[in-house]
């Protein structure tokens, strides 16, 4: 069974640039998480996505956002990029909802320029 | 609302000696823990779980976890540390506000010495 897929893994922008990521779950799970990591912040959640609607969100700007399709495929997007957005993304992948039993992806690592 | 805390930001162990890595929760309801690992340049991966079925959890690599209600812990233990188990571990909390999110701990990162 193939695992959580992200893509790009990694890739560098400029301030005021946009990126999209994307996140292939592994097949039959329908709910998808974004989380962000930082050295400094660590794991901060983004967003949850389920059924094609998002469930749950964390504490960020309107810049960040997301969507999930009819396969559970995801993506996320940043705008308007930001130094301080370089971090880890790292997209999970689970069954159902509230289960605390997620699969990871190995992230995609951006660098804001 | 629920937390997690991490009490040693760093560990370091010998090969073949116990792992011993601590975590306290706070919660008003029996929550649900678990442990996570991430090796570097790789996402997180599931070591156990506890769900309030028995307090001695067991996990996958020889790890295992005791939830103590009463000191509002859930430390996580190995007998014998192997030098793959360097990497940074997390101890983690699913909330039961706002259709329940993962809230995750500090990260304590282990370096095993030959």
């Known amino acids: 069974k193939a695992g959580v897929t992200q893509t790009p893994r990694y890739l560098i922008k400029t301030r005021g640039q946009q990126v999209t990521l994307s996140c292939s779950p592994i097949s039959g799970h329908r709910s998808v998480s974004w989380y962000q990591q930082t050295p400094g912040q660590g794991l901060q959640f983004l967003f949850e996505y389920f059924s094609e609607t998002q469930r749950n969100k964390g504490n960020f700007p309107g810049r960040f956002s997301g969507r999930q399709f009819s396969n559970s495929r995801s993506e996320m997007n940043v705008s308007t990029l930001e130094l301080g957005d370089s971090a880890l993304y790292l997209c999970?992948?689970?069954?159902?909802?509230?289960?605390?039993?997620?699969?990871f992806g190995e992230g995609s690592r951006l660098t804001v320029l | 609302a629920q937390s997690v805390t991490q009490l040693d930001s760093h560990v370091s162990v010998s090969e073949g000696t116990p792992v011993l890595l601590r975590c306290n929760y706070s919660s008003s309801y029996s929550p649900s823990l678990f442990w996570y690992v991430q090796h570097p340049n790789k996402g997180l991966q599931l070591l156990l779980k506890?769900?309030?079925?028995?307090?001695l959890v067991k996990g996958i690599n020889g790890f295992e976890a005791e939830f103590k209600k009463s000191e509002t812990s859930f430390h996580l233990t190995k007998p014998s540390a192997h030098m793959s188990d360097a990497a940074e571990y997390f101890c983690v909390v699913l909330t039961t506000d706002s259709w329940g999110k993962l809230q995750f701990g500090a990260g304590t990162q282990v370096v095993v010495t030959p």
């Open positions: 999970a992948s689970s069954f159902g909802l509230n289960t605390g039993e997620l699969f």
């Open positions: 506890y769900t309030s079925a028995a307090t």
